[in-house]
């Protein structure tokens, strides 16, 4: 195709003012999270004096250190919950586009409406039920909610990717000798991937970005996931911020999400726009 | 191999509809048998049930001499080839032959033998390697074929197998299905809703209609002896002609004029004297007068009408002639024209007449010319219900075996569109 120069010049400017927006706020935050405790206020986009003093400080002091433990948290229980969500998710989604059953409409509106709940809404009463039930501060304790606000997103994700896939692979397999679950497991769920890549991307963000329930349900290093260990940083005295930690920090979160992304952008990308044409 | 035994089998879905109704029908041992009907009339049901797609609401399904009613699809030792092929398309083509084979589990080695077996019977060998994406239509049919051959089956069930096709790969395609299964010698049900498919094909050709078997006969026998005037106006192509009549004797007063009966038809007639019927003729029954002469050929009936199209085909000629007398008229003749498309069904609404002429004929459009028809090839129907009147009955009884089947290989074939 080719475009005029005016069209080009126009879209260009629209492209670099787009990225100037979106892209601003994460310069700044990386330019933060190299600059000295001096200079933090000085407002320039260029630290005057580079440092990894902040990268440092959070690592400082193996397991004990502020931030390296609450990764391996947030990385664990992310992928957990994000493997039993999809896991979960694609039988009930197979059930809900595959099945006649009563009550079918119940389960997908049940769940919406689950989704619906303000999360803030039940972190009280699930902070009592935690404590009598000894999911305080587990991991546990932040899978399952995680897996109750996720699920009704991933289940609809599914449900539409599955409807695409015609009932005569289903037949097909049946014919050739497959049990329900082979069928399942080998022609329906590997042709519903981008979908079921897309609902785990989701459901991962979801976990990994959580900061009301981490905050709320864990009390210690065992279970504190990133956003709400940095919420706990301090600075170098008591008279000091801790802005260039925290902008360390955040910078350190955002990569496993990038990098997550990148790897299934494809993937992603198929999947957002499945259906659009018919194979 | 097995054979296949449908007793009295219905089907009704949850929403009432009666797609099949009590169908009983046998198929030997290594038989090919079509089921043929209009769109709609229950052959895909059928077909769905026999594979254990779709339960059984009444009747009993016999393969090989056992009930397998409750059985699933997988413990019915059938291969099914679907209209859309229903080829995995995440997996090569090698994986979508292999797969009933990897879940039998059947090591690697004979695997790939087998499979490499089929794609040389069905000239896809240098494609085992490709997703089905990249194949022609014609490749992923043949795909689906293999994919049911590989397992050796007792049965075969196809739906449609061809009607994905090009007019032209079609016609390939069905020399190809025909030599496949004579050389495996695998009972076979295959539904089209293509009567030229249907005549091709089969050992037996099972017409539906409305959820009901009409007839089930050699193609030869449905051509030439049809059960009912559904049958009659279904199987052939153009359609047969109808046109009201009424018995007078031993004659019968048609719009051509008053022409004799064949004496087939003598025994039926005497006991309907006096009474309107519908009769038919097949477009080939008819001839240019003069041909006629020239050929010699006795008996028949002569007569004068005027041309309105002419279609030359080279091998042959259509003429249209208007007929000069009563359109028949029947709820039945107006049901089957809506079954098949009015068009087809000369006197379902129409008073056109399609003969089929030998090619040297001189007639011209716009002209009145002498024709001739053949009164033995007339067929007389009840107006009322549509049954074939003076029909040798017993034609029907038994399945003959296979090889009898193709021994009546040189009947004549309904002429191909
Ligand atoms: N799942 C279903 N529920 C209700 N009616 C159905 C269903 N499937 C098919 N039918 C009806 O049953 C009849 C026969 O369908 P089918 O066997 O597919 O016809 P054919 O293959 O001869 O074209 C049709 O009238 C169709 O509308
Ligand atoms: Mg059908």
Same mark, same amino acid.
């Given at each position: 195709m080719r475009h005029g120069t005016r069209e080009y010049t126009t879209w260009s400017i629209a492209i670099a003012a787009v990225f100037v927006f979106a892209m601003f706020p994460v310069l700044w935050i990386v330019s933060l999270s190299f600059k000295t405790p001096a200079t933090v #206020?000085? #407002?320039?986009?260029?630290?005057k004096e580079w440092t990894f003093a902040n990268y440092n400080a959070l690592f400082s002091g193996g397991l004990d250190s502020p931030l390296l433990r609450p990764l391996i948290n947030s990385i664990l229980i992310a992928l957990i919950a994000t493997t039993i969500a999809v896991a979960i998710a694609s039988l009930a989604a197979y059930a809900i586009s595959r099945l006649d059953f009563p009550g079918k409409f119940v389960v997908l509106g049940g769940a919406l409406a689950v989704s619906m709940f303000p999360p803030i809404s039940v972190v009280g009463p699930l902070f009592d039920m935690w404590r009598a039930l000894g999911l305080y501060d587990t991991y546990p304790g932040l899978i399952i909610p995680y897996l109750t606000f996720a699920l009704p997103l991933a289940i609809y994700i599914l449900v539409a990717f599955f409807r695409e896939i015609p009932w005569d692979l289903e037949e097909a397999a049946q014919v050739d000798g497959a049990t329900p679950f082979q069928a399942f497991r080998r022609i329906i769920f590997p042709l519903a991937a981008p979908g079921v890549f897309t609902a785990a991307i989701l459901v991962f963000i979801f976990a990994w970005n959580d900061f009301v329930f981490a905050i709320s349900l864990t009390s210690s290093n065992n279970s504190r996931t990133v956003p709400a260990a940095i919420a706990f940083f301090t600075g170098e005295s008591q008279f000091t911020s801790p802005t260039g930690n925290i902008a360390a920090a955040a910078v350190l979160v955002t990569v496993p999400i990038i990098v997550f992304v990148l790897i299934f952008q494809r993937r992603i990308v198929a999947g957002l726009t499945a259906g659009a044409v018919k194979g | 191999m097995a054979d296949i035994e449908l007793q009295g089998i219905t089907k009704r879905y949850p929403d009432g509809t009666e797609a099949v109704k009590d169908l009983n029908l046998k198929i030997a041992d290594g038989e090919f048998v079509i089921l043929v009907g209009p769109s709609g009339c229950g052959k895909s049901t059928a077909l769905r049930m026999i594979a254990g797609l779709e339960d059984i609401s009444d009747g009993e399904l016999l393969i090989g001499g056992q009930v397998v009613n409750e059985r699933a699809p997988k413990d019915r030792d059938i291969a099914m080839v679907f209209q859309s092929y229903a080829?995995? @398309?995440?997996?090569t083509v090698r994986q979508n032959m292999g797969f009933a084979l990897e879940l039998a589990k059947v090591p690697e080695a004979e695997r790939n033998r087998k499979v490499e077996e089929a794609a040389e019977i069905l000239d896809l060998t240098q494609h085992l390697d490709r997703k089905p994406a990249n194949l022609s239509g014609g490749q992923r049919q043949r795909v689906a074929m293999g994919r049911a051959i590989v397992r050796d089956p007792s049965v075969f069930l196809m739906d449609e197998p061809l009607s994905n096709l090009d007019a032209k790969l079609r016609v390939q395609m069905r020399t190809e299905v025909s030599r496949i299964q004579q050389r495996l010698g695998t009972t076979t049900v295959y539904v089209t809703h293509d009567q030229t498919e249907a005549m091709t094909l089969g050992d037996r050709v099972a017409v539906m209609r409305a959820g009901r078997l009409q007839q089930v006969d050699s193609p030869r026998n449905l051509y030439?002896? @049809?059960?009912?005037l559904f049958v009659a106006g279904f199987i052939g192509s153009p359609a047969m002609n109808f046109f009201s009549a009424d018995i007078d004797g031993d004659r019968l007063a048609t719009p051509f004029g008053d022409v004799p009966l064949p004496h087939r038809l003598r025994a039926a007639a005497a006991s309907a004297h006096g009474k309107r019927v519908i009769a038919g003729l097949r477009p080939e029954s008819f001839e240019d007068a003069e041909i006629a002469h020239q050929q010699n050929r006795q008996g028949g009936h002569e007569f004068e009408a005027e041309v309105e199209l002419t279609e030359s085909m080279g091998s042959e000629v259509y003429a249209y002639i208007r007929l000069e007398g009563d359109v028949a008229e029947s709820d039945e003749l107006a049901e089957i024209a809506a079954d098949t498309g009015a068009s087809e069904v000369p006197g379902g609404g129409t008073s056109q007449v399609v003969t089929r002429l030998s090619p040297e004929t001189s007639v011209r459009h716009g002209e009145r010319a002498r024709f001739w028809l053949d009164t033995d090839k007339l067929h007389i129907f009840d107006p009322d219900d549509g049954t074939s009147l003076g029909r040798e009955q017993d034609v029907v009884a038994a399945a003959p075996s296979p090889a009898e089947a193709r021994q009546e290989e040189a009947a004549p074939r309904a002429p191909s569109a």
């Amino acid at each position: 195709m080719r475009h005029g120069t005016r069209e080009y010049t126009t879209w260009s400017i629209a492209i670099a003012a787009v990225f100037v927006f979106a892209m601003f706020p994460v310069l700044w935050i990386v330019s933060l999270s190299f600059k000295t405790p001096a200079t933090v #206020g000085d #407002g320039r986009l260029v630290p005057k004096e580079w440092t990894f003093a902040n990268y440092n400080a959070l690592f400082s002091g193996g397991l004990d250190s502020p931030l390296l433990r609450p990764l391996i948290n947030s990385i664990l229980i992310a992928l957990i919950a994000t493997t039993i969500a999809v896991a979960i998710a694609s039988l009930a989604a197979y059930a809900i586009s595959r099945l006649d059953f009563p009550g079918k409409f119940v389960v997908l509106g049940g769940a919406l409406a689950v989704s619906m709940f303000p999360p803030i809404s039940v972190v009280g009463p699930l902070f009592d039920m935690w404590r009598a039930l000894g999911l305080y501060d587990t991991y546990p304790g932040l899978i399952i909610p995680y897996l109750t606000f996720a699920l009704p997103l991933a289940i609809y994700i599914l449900v539409a990717f599955f409807r695409e896939i015609p009932w005569d692979l289903e037949e097909a397999a049946q014919v050739d000798g497959a049990t329900p679950f082979q069928a399942f497991r080998r022609i329906i769920f590997p042709l519903a991937a981008p979908g079921v890549f897309t609902a785990a991307i989701l459901v991962f963000i979801f976990a990994w970005n959580d900061f009301v329930f981490a905050i709320s349900l864990t009390s210690s290093n065992n279970s504190r996931t990133v956003p709400a260990a940095i919420a706990f940083f301090t600075g170098e005295s008591q008279f000091t911020s801790p802005t260039g930690n925290i902008a360390a920090a955040a910078v350190l979160v955002t990569v496993p999400i990038i990098v997550f992304v990148l790897i299934f952008q494809r993937r992603i990308v198929a999947g957002l726009t499945a259906g659009a044409v018919k194979g | 191999m097995a054979d296949i035994e449908l007793q009295g089998i219905t089907k009704r879905y949850p929403d009432g509809t009666e797609a099949v109704k009590d169908l009983n029908l046998k198929i030997a041992d290594g038989e090919f048998v079509i089921l043929v009907g209009p769109s709609g009339c229950g052959k895909s049901t059928a077909l769905r049930m026999i594979a254990g797609l779709e339960d059984i609401s009444d009747g009993e399904l016999l393969i090989g001499g056992q009930v397998v009613n409750e059985r699933a699809p997988k413990d019915r030792d059938i291969a099914m080839v679907f209209q859309s092929y229903a080829l995995y @398309p995440h997996m090569t083509v090698r994986q979508n032959m292999g797969f009933a084979l990897e879940l039998a589990k059947v090591p690697e080695a004979e695997r790939n033998r087998k499979v490499e077996e089929a794609a040389e019977i069905l000239d896809l060998t240098q494609h085992l390697d490709r997703k089905p994406a990249n194949l022609s239509g014609g490749q992923r049919q043949r795909v689906a074929m293999g994919r049911a051959i590989v397992r050796d089956p007792s049965v075969f069930l196809m739906d449609e197998p061809l009607s994905n096709l090009d007019a032209k790969l079609r016609v390939q395609m069905r020399t190809e299905v025909s030599r496949i299964q004579q050389r495996l010698g695998t009972t076979t049900v295959y539904v089209t809703h293509d009567q030229t498919e249907a005549m091709t094909l089969g050992d037996r050709v099972a017409v539906m209609r409305a959820g009901r078997l009409q007839q089930v006969d050699s193609p030869r026998n449905l051509y030439e002896q @049809p059960a009912n005037l559904f049958v009659a106006g279904f199987i052939g192509s153009p359609a047969m002609n109808f046109f009201s009549a009424d018995i007078d004797g031993d004659r019968l007063a048609t719009p051509f004029g008053d022409v004799p009966l064949p004496h087939r038809l003598r025994a039926a007639a005497a006991s309907a004297h006096g009474k309107r019927v519908i009769a038919g003729l097949r477009p080939e029954s008819f001839e240019d007068a003069e041909i006629a002469h020239q050929q010699n050929r006795q008996g028949g009936h002569e007569f004068e009408a005027e041309v309105e199209l002419t279609e030359s085909m080279g091998s042959e000629v259509y003429a249209y002639i208007r007929l000069e007398g009563d359109v028949a008229e029947s709820d039945e003749l107006a049901e089957i024209a809506a079954d098949t498309g009015a068009s087809e069904v000369p006197g379902g609404g129409t008073s056109q007449v399609v003969t089929r002429l030998s090619p040297e004929t001189s007639v011209r459009h716009g002209e009145r010319a002498r024709f001739w028809l053949d009164t033995d090839k007339l067929h007389i129907f009840d107006p009322d219900d549509g049954t074939s009147l003076g029909r040798e009955q017993d034609v029907v009884a038994a399945a003959p075996s296979p090889a009898e089947a193709r021994q009546e290989e040189a009947a004549p074939r309904a002429p191909s569109a």
